[in-house]
C-alpha cells in the first residue's frame, strides 16, 4: 500500500508560468516532507523541504506547502525554465529521516518553450 | 567530496548469476541506504544501515537479497541468484542527520537476461 502518493506520472506547463506539483499521504505519523529532483541518468538531489510544524516553506523559486489536514502537500516553481524538467519525487518520514524516506512514484515534469 | 559512489554503472547478467553493486558513500555520513527504482513501484526502501549496522531490511524483497557494510566507507548488495524481474535501477544514498535530504549515488542500472 503507497503511503505517498503522486497521482500525476507528468505534468506539462510553458516556460515562464507556474508549474504546481501535488502529493498526497496516508500515514498521520509522517513528520517531515521532502521534494527531491531527478535528471536521467541521475541519481534524485535534494530540493527542498518542510516540517510538519509548518504549513510553508520557500526557496527561490521554489515553494512547498503543506495542508496536514487533507495529508496534502505541493511544490510549487515560479517561474518555470527549461532546467526545470525533471522527474519530482516527493518523500515523507517520521522522526528526522535518519530511518529511510517513504518516496512516492514521481512526477514527470515537462517545461515547454 | 566526490558525493555517493556507486559502481558499476550498468550491469547485465544471465539469469541466476550473482550480481554484486558496491556503494562508497560520502566521508562523514553514518548512515547509509539502498533502494530500488522500478517503473510499477517508484523507488522502494530495501535496507538502511546507521554507523555500519543493518537497522531495518524489511524492504529486501527475498532472500536473494543481501547487503553488508564492512566499514563506514563501502557497502555491498548482492543479489543471488539473480532474476529478470530483479531488473532495476539500484540506488545508494547516505547521510548525516537524514535531514535535508541524502546524497544519492547516480545508481546502478541492472538488467537480468
Known amino acids: 500500500d503507497q503511503q505517498v502518493k503522486q497521482n500525476s506520472p507528468s505534468l506539462s506547463v510553458q516556460e515562464g508560468r507556474i508549474s504546481i506539483l501535488n502529493c498526497d499521504y496516508t500515514?498521520?505519523?509522517?513528520?517531515?516532507f521532502l521534494w527531491y529532483k531527478k535528471y536521467p541518468a541521475e541519481g534524485p538531489t535534494f530540493l527542498i523541504s518542510?516540517?510538519?510544524?509548518?504549513d510553508k516553506n520557500e526557496d527561490g523559486r521554489f515553494t512547498v506547502f503543506l495542508n496536514k489536514s487533507a495529508k496534502h502537500l505541493s511544490l510549487h516553481i515560479v517561474p518555470s525554465q527549461p532546467g526545470d524538467s525533471a522527474v519530482y519525487f516527493c518523500?515523507?518520514?517520521?522522526?528526522?529521516?535518519?530511518?529511510?524516506?517513504?518516496f512516492g512514484k514521481g512526477t514527470h515534469l515537462i517545461i515547454q518553450p | 567530496d566526490a558525493g555517493v559512489i556507486q559502481s558499476p554503472r550498468h550491469e547485465v547478467t544471465e539469469m541466476g548469476q550473482e550480481v554484486t553493486l558496491r556503494c562508497k558513500p560520502i566521508?562523514?555520513?553514518?548512515?547509509l541506504f539502498w533502494y530500488r527504482q522500478t517503473m510499477m513501484r517508484g523507488l522502494e526502501l530495501l535496507i538502511y544501515?546507521?554507523?555500519?549496522?543493518?537497522?531495518?531490511d524489511s524492504g529486501m524483497p527475498e532472500d536473494r537479497f543481501s547487503a553488508k557494510m564492512p566499514n563506514a566507507s563501502f557497502s555491498t548488495l548482492k543479489i543471488q541468484p539473480s532474476e529478470p524481474r530483479d531488473s532495476a535501477v539500484y540506488f545508494c544514498?547516505?547521510?548525516?542527520?537524514?535531514?535535508?535530504?541524502?546524497?544519492f549515488g547516480s545508481g546502478t542500472r541492472l538488467t537480468v537476461v
Open positions: 544514498a547516505s547521510s548525516w542527520t537524514g535531514k535535508d535530504g541524502y546524497t
Open positions: 500515514n498521520s505519523m509522517f513528520d517531515y
Open positions: 518542510i516540517s510538519s510544524i509548518k
Open positions: 518523500a515523507a518520514d517520521i522522526g528526522g529521516g535518519a530511518d529511510g524516506l517513504t
Open positions: 566521508s562523514g555520513h553514518n548512515s
Open positions: 544501515f546507521n554507523n555500519n549496522v543493518p537497522i531495518d
